[in-house]
């Protein structure tokens, strides 16, 4: 994927059995790449004592066309009653209804995990909006990103961002917000003939062309 100062670069980490993660950030001071100086966290709590609302938009969502992109902006906020100092976000599995080359992000921690099992393999979109700082009380944190629409989506394709499925919290009911992508019109297409009928209609074209070369010549004979 392409660097863009000023944007999280969103890197691609292959794990079998679990998902290696790295995350790297730019910023426009800097010449060239940092590795962020906080790990990851590899084992966040299962449970976090706080609400934490979570809303998920996009735009377009209809009538998509197939490379086009799509704008999307997760938030979330902390209802309380505890800061969070650890939570993860994350995108429902994709694998090739969406084109990662031109993704981008505005946000840090922000990510794109790829996920390569035995036989099988998806990706995830990865936020961790605590990772630099807590997460206080009555505070809201948003990041925008974009995806470009592949043309191997299906006309209909939910996607979703919420908190990681190991995760839960006091009101789990608004911890995901799902949007629905909905591909535009396909051009129409002539239906496919089979052999036989691709014979019998060359046969009529040459008898309708037949047909007008002898009236053609019945109308010369006339006149002369």
């Known amino acids: 994927m392409a660097l863009k100062r000023g944007h999280e670069m969103h890197v691609l980490a292959r794990h079998v059995s679990f998902a290696m993660i790295v995350l790297v950030s730019m910023t426009s001071h800097a010449a060239g790449i940092a590795l962020a100086s906080k790990p990851l966290p590899q084992q966040p709590a299962d449970f976090i004592p706080t609400d ?4 998920f938009s996009a735009e377009p969502t209809d009538g998509i066309e197939s490379g086009q992109t799509i704008h999307f ?4 906020t902390n209802h309380g009653p505890e800061p969070v100092e650890s939570v993860t976000l994350m995108s429902s599995n994709f694998v090739d209804e969406f084109y990662l080359d031109n993704a981008t992000a505005d946000c840090q921690a922000f990510l794109t ?3 390569d099992g035995n036989g099988f393999y998806y990706y995830n979109q990865i936020w961790y909006p605590a990772f630099f700082s807590t997460l206080e009380v009555g505070e809201a944190r948003t ?5 470009d629409f592949s043309h ?3 006309p209909v394709f939910p996607f979703s961002f919420g908190l990681a499925s190991y995760e839960t919290d006091l009101n789990p009911a608004n911890d995901t917000q799902a949007v629905v992508l909905r591909r535009g019109r396909l051009p129409a297409t002539l239906p496919t003939l089979s052999p036989q009928a691709q014979i019998l209609l060359g046969l009529g074209m040459l008898a309708c062309a037949g047909l007008a070369i002898r009236h053609r010549r019945r109308s010369f004979s006339t006149q002369a």
């Open 113 to 115: 995990r790829i996920t």
């Open 73 to 76: 902006t997760v938030s979330v």
């Open 152 to 154: 191997l989506a299906p």
């Open 52 to 55: 934490l609302a979570v809303q």
């Open 143 to 147: 990041c925008h990103f974009t995806l």
